[in-house]
């Protein structure tokens, strides 16, 4: 444990979560650095024989409620420059610890901010805050957040769009997009899938992001329709127990980590991004897509100016207006009568992204650049 070089620090996200733990922590690794993660999941430690050479440290589970999770994420995170003295580059990936990477700052730590969206956006469409406190609130964590950012060592985004929005703070920004790691999904040849359902969606379950529309869309047709991930505006069990829960044609596989993720795509014919034109989402480059991709699935995707660039206007897939259910099904009835057509979209969008046109190499080498900027090349 002394002679730990970086820790990486999530008090939210999952142990195993996939930009975090799989591609990060990983890669960081890989580079030669002595890398450990601390969490706050109350699953306990995990030694470094356990997680492929790099320790979990577990500093217990935080309330659900969110002002007491905010106080308790200081009060446990600001110690750790004082637990983990050998530790020189501190990377964080929650904005409940902004306050506490100020004070590894005094401690005379490397700090890495590691913005994985828009934070002060995303409260505007944050259903458990009332109307009236969404702007007023938005606006004191815009200026908290970047009063803060000007103090660390980097800020790493995921898309230009958010980089662009640090730099006035810090001018010290790395774009790290959240690109898939090809050899997860290299594992499941393209020709030895066979689908059991039409469409897929994997990720966060919520208006926002879709989830209407494609229940809308997949209504009185005989298109199965397979969903995986959390939901952040309903338990899951309201879901599975509701009249979406009635339908045939809707199966929800749960939550599922990022190792599972590859297997669920092998069984579907088409992924789904239906991102709905937040000032969050028109904006963003979700994963999800990058993983339809990586499976060799044509997708359905938003047509917003940064997922159009990036896929070429749709080469690889179907771009559609989101909000519009009639076009979303009509889409979706062009992959099912051009079955042809749709797998050969597949195979050049899972072709990109083996070539290292959009792969999580090129992205990882971004990031290993930097931590060699800021500590040296790694032993």
């Given at each position: 444990m002394n002679q730990l070089e970086v820790l990486h620090v999530t008090t939210v996200h999952p142990r195993t979560d996939s930009r975090i733990w799989v591609k990060e922590c990983h890669a960081i690794h890989a580079a030669g650095y002595k890398?450990?993660?601390?969490?706050?999941?109350?699953?306990?430690?995990?030694?470094a024989e356990a997680g492929e050479g790099i320790p979990v440290f577990d500093l217990g589970p935080f309330p659900g409620f969110r002002p007491f999770r905010l106080l308790m994420s200081i009060f446990r995170t600001i110690w750790i420059p004082i637990r983990w003295p050998s530790?020189?580059?501190?990377?964080?990936?929650d904005p409940e610890v902004m306050f506490s990477a100020l004070i590894w700052r005094l401690f005379g730590r490397q700090v890495i901010y590691d913005v994985h969206e828009d934070l002060p956006e995303q409260i505007r469409i944050k259903q458990y805050i009332p109307d009236v406190l969404r702007a007023p609130l938005s606006l004191v964590v815009r200026i908290i957040e970047k009063g803060l950012a000007r103090f660390y060592s980097y800020i790493v985004t995921v898309t230009p769009y958010i980089a662009e929005k640090f730099k006035a703070a810090n001018s010290r920004v790395q774009i790290v997009r959240n690109f898939p790691d090809a050899s997860k999904f290299a594992r499941i040849p393209n020709g030895l899938r066979k689908p059991q359902k039409d469409f897929c969606y994997v990720g966060s379950l919520s208006g926002a992001r879709g989830l209407n529309v494609m229940l809308e869309a997949v209504e009185d047709s005989e298109w199965s329709l397979a969903l995986a991930g959390e939901f952040s505006e309903m338990p899951a069990w309201l879901f599975e127990t509701g009249s979406v829960a009635k339908r045939k044609n809707v199966h929800y596989a749960g939550s599922l980590d990022s190792a599972r993720i590859p297997e669920f795509l092998s069984f579907c014919k088409?992924?789904?991004?239906?991102?709905?034109?937040?000032?969050?989402?028109?904006?963003?480059?979700?994963?999800?897509?990058f993983e339809y991709m990586a499976a060799g699935?044509?997708?359905?995707?938003?047509?917003?100016?940064p997922i159009r660039q990036i896929t070429g206007h749709g080469r690889w897939g179907l771009l559609v207006d989101p909000t519009d259910t009639g076009e979303v099904r009509s889409a979706m009835k062009w992959i099912m009568d051009n079955p042809v057509q749709a797998r050969a979209m597949g195979r050049?969008?899972?072709?990109?992204i083996m070539?290292?046109?959009?792969?999580?190499?090129?992205?990882?080498?971004?990031?290993?650049e930097l931590y060699r900027q800021l500590l040296g090349r790694a032993a």
């Amino acid at each position: 444990m002394n002679q730990l070089e970086v820790l990486h620090v999530t008090t939210v996200h999952p142990r195993t979560d996939s930009r975090i733990w799989v591609k990060e922590c990983h890669a960081i690794h890989a580079a030669g650095y002595k890398v450990g993660l601390v969490v706050a999941d109350g699953k306990g430690n995990s030694p470094a024989e356990a997680g492929e050479g790099i320790p979990v440290f577990d500093l217990g589970p935080f309330p659900g409620f969110r002002p007491f999770r905010l106080l308790m994420s200081i009060f446990r995170t600001i110690w750790i420059p004082i637990r983990w003295p050998s530790v020189t580059l501190l990377h964080f990936h929650d904005p409940e610890v902004m306050f506490s990477a100020l004070i590894w700052r005094l401690f005379g730590r490397q700090v890495i901010y590691d913005v994985h969206e828009d934070l002060p956006e995303q409260i505007r469409i944050k259903q458990y805050i009332p109307d009236v406190l969404r702007a007023p609130l938005s606006l004191v964590v815009r200026i908290i957040e970047k009063g803060l950012a000007r103090f660390y060592s980097y800020i790493v985004t995921v898309t230009p769009y958010i980089a662009e929005k640090f730099k006035a703070a810090n001018s010290r920004v790395q774009i790290v997009r959240n690109f898939p790691d090809a050899s997860k999904f290299a594992r499941i040849p393209n020709g030895l899938r066979k689908p059991q359902k039409d469409f897929c969606y994997v990720g966060s379950l919520s208006g926002a992001r879709g989830l209407n529309v494609m229940l809308e869309a997949v209504e009185d047709s005989e298109w199965s329709l397979a969903l995986a991930g959390e939901f952040s505006e309903m338990p899951a069990w309201l879901f599975e127990t509701g009249s979406v829960a009635k339908r045939k044609n809707v199966h929800y596989a749960g939550s599922l980590d990022s190792a599972r993720i590859p297997e669920f795509l092998s069984f579907c014919k088409c992924g789904l991004v239906l991102l709905q034109p937040t000032s969050t989402y028109i904006h963003a480059l979700p994963i999800k897509l990058f993983e339809y991709m990586a499976a060799g699935l044509p997708f359905i995707a938003s047509d917003f100016e940064p997922i159009r660039q990036i896929t070429g206007h749709g080469r690889w897939g179907l771009l559609v207006d989101p909000t519009d259910t009639g076009e979303v099904r009509s889409a979706m009835k062009w992959i099912m009568d051009n079955p042809v057509q749709a797998r050969a979209m597949g195979r050049a969008g899972q072709k990109a992204i083996m070539s290292g046109e959009i792969n999580w190499a090129s992205e990882s080498k971004s990031l290993t650049e930097l931590y060699r900027q800021l500590l040296g090349r790694a032993a």
